[in-house]
């Protein structure tokens, strides 16, 4: 939320209020925003940094002592915009400090696309800096100057994963966390102006209009919060114009030097905006699919129609908005979740030698039931025992389906993306608690775990979910390199085909593309070409709208589109659902998952 006075020289809105939480919540200081009554931020201000003042604060208010609890059981992360440093959580020490201004990450740690990671003594890498959620800033309200001081460690307790640190304010301060925090990371460097920057930034590559860049909407989102766009703030329909053709790809996260993160800003402002204006009925109707899936599924003949019928696609369009232009994703009525139990039970795959959980997600489930089965054949061929996540261990179409909440928090629903998360973190903590990995299939569904998830104010259980959650080819990657899967790579026959790759988005700003390329060339003789692209243009349900599909196309043909018209016989493999169905639509090429691609060179199923 806000800050008094300047920081960096940019306004910003004062605060009004502080909301405090009960010991042991994820939270942060929450404040006023322009426009939007004082309230804890619906997803920036649940970040894993959470301070407690003493008394209400004011719009200056003295501060005299602050408390800090931090859920990093290893490292303390602290940021100013002039540098980043590290402290050991057991002894307070610094490890090292980092200016953004150096080229050089600083002793112990390593720079990699704007991200600062530390490298453990087991050897893994931790990333420590994301951009939103990881960071504190200190800052006098007058000035906007960062005030530094000794931070000493107070009652680290390493088994609960909850660090306290304290330190004395010796003049007027705010401790700064949430929105305008994330805002603030824009520093106007321009990298997103870039063609060259990996993903960043889909809509401005073919609009070439800088209220679709990252800075731009970064500065519109300053004017908001300063009150410079009027009353309404968050609400004014100016920041979603600037924020309508940003897809939430998280290029942005990982390309840009300052790791912004405009895709969880877009959640945020859409929350506030959709909460004082209204939600439509496409807003709904992609939301709660998760919730009418299991019932509209047995109404498949007669749902998909619409895609048979040009009248019934137009009258379709006029209703929700969706272009007639666009097939709609085909209903299964046998669907993965109307078939017999597969895999073990809960049971079993907590006591069997190589368990691991399957997160089979809406759209694989209900309408690609093939991936999950592909998905569910290699992980047995691989000689896993396979439990797939679900309530009650039912395994039913109405009662077993679990949901991330992506559809939720993609139309700024963020409490009932905050029920559908909690009810997925339940049902995956036990496994979590054995460190049994959580396998999903689509990036953005199993990602949430690994990233909005974290800052809903679920808890400690999220953290441990987050860290056992993993996609298909990340888990089978790191399985190879420890030398399990000599049995699956045995059992697959040579590719006869040239094999090309897009990656999904999130995939791209988790940095997980190294991961599928290694999985494909465990098959014998592949070759596997990556496609050198931003966004596809589809992004959920970005591309189905019809205000949105011209630049939807734009994208996809920008380099996806022509890559595979020039290879007509290769096998095309996109793990995102999205990006499948793009392809579809714009070369009327079949795109397949990466499970289904192995499940494909299985010798003996």
Not at 2 to 28: C, E, I, K, S
Not at 60 to 73: G, L, N
Not at 182 to 198: L, Q, R, S
Not at 330 to 336: D, E, L, N, R
């Amino acid at each position: 939320a806000g800050l008094g006075g300047d920081a960096g020289g940019l306004p910003v809105v004062g605060a009004a209020a502080v909301a405090h939480h009960d010991a042991g919540d994820v939270g942060a200081v929450a404040v006023g925003i322009h426009g939007v009554p004082p309230q804890e931020a619906a997803v920036l201000a649940g970040a894993r940094v959470r301070a407690v003042a003493d008394g209400i604060l004011d719009r200056f208010p003295p501060v005299t002592r602050v408390r800090v609890r931090v859920r990093k059981p290893d490292v303390v992360l602290l940021q100013s915009p002039s540098q980043l440093s590290a402290h050991d959580a057991a002894t307070g020490r610094e490890r090292w400090r980092w200016n953004p201004a150096d080229s050089r990450a600083g002793a112990g740690a390593k720079r990699q696309r704007g991200l600062v990671y530390w490298a453990g003594e087991d050897g893994r890498d931790a990333r420590l800096f994301t951009g939103v959620g990881n960071y504190l800033f200190a800052l006098d309200p007058k000035t906007g100057a960062v005030k530094e001081w000794p931070i000493p460690l107070v009652n680290p307790d390493r088994n609960k994963g909850v660090l306290d640190i304290e330190f004395d304010a010796d003049e007027n301060v705010w401790i700064a966390n949430g929105f305008q925090g994330a805002v603030e990371m824009c520093n106007n460097n321009g990298t997103c102006c870039k063609f060259d920057a990996g993903t960043m930034c889909p809509s401005y590559r073919v609009t070439r209009d800088e209220k679709h860049l990252t800075r731009g909407r970064a500065n519109t989102l300053r004017l908001a919060l300063s009150g410079q766009l009027g009353a309404d703030g968050l609400a004014n329909p100016d920041v979603m114009d600037a924020l309508d053709l940003c897809v939430g790809c998280k290029g942005c996260k990982r390309d840009c030097p300052t790791g912004v993160d405009m895709a969880r800003m877009k959640i945020e402002a859409t929350h506030h905006f959709k909460s004082h204006h209204g939600f439509t009925l496409k807003d709904k109707l992609i939301a709660y699919l998760p919730h009418y899936a299991p019932w509209a599924a047995k109404f498949a003949s007669i749902l998909n129609l619409r895609n048979q019928f040009p009248w019934l696609a137009k009258i379709a369009e006029s209703m929700t908005g969706l272009s007639a232009q666009r097939s709609w994703p085909t209903w299964q009525k046998h669907h993965f979740f109307s078939q017999p139990p597969s895999g073990v039970s809960k049971e079993e795959v907590l006591k069997a030698t190589k368990p691991v959980v399957l997160f089979v997600d809406t759209f694989n489930g209900f309408f690609e039931s093939h991936n999950a089965n592909a998905a569910l054949r290699v992980l047995q061929a691989a000689g896993y025992s396979v439990h797939i996540a679900s309530k009650d261990d039912a395994h039913s179409g109405t009662q077993g389906h679990l949901c991330c909440g992506r559809t939720f928090l993609a139309n700024g629903m963020v409490e009932q993306a905050r029920q559908q998360a909690q009810e997925l973190v339940d049902a995956l903590v036990p496994f979590a608690q054995k460190g049994i990995a959580i396998v999903g299939l689509e990036p953005s569904c199993l990602l949430t775990l690994r990233d909005e998830a974290l800052v809903l104010g679920l808890g400690e259980s999220a953290e441990l979910v987050s860290q056992q959650a993993v996609l298909f080819e990340e888990f089978l990657a790191n399985e190879l390199k420890a030398g399990k899967l000599e049995v699956l790579k045995q059992n697959l026959k040579p590719a006869e085909k040239n094999i090309l790759l897009h990656g999904h988005c999130h995939q791209k700003a988790f940095g997980l593309m190294p991961s599928v390329l290694e999985v494909i060339q465990l098959i014998p003789q592949a070759k596997p070409q990556l496609i050198e692209s931003s966004c596809c243009g589809m992004a959920g349900s970005f591309g189905y709208e019809a205000s949105h599909l011209d630049v939807s196309m734009q994208m996809a043909e920008l380099s996806l589109l022509p890559a595979i018209r020039q290879q007509s016989d290769a096998i095309v493999v996109a793990d995102g659902t999205s990006c499948r169905h793009q392809i579809a639509d714009g070369a009327a090429r079949e795109a397949i998952h990466v499970a289904k691609l192995l499940s494909d060179h299985l010798l003996r199923h």
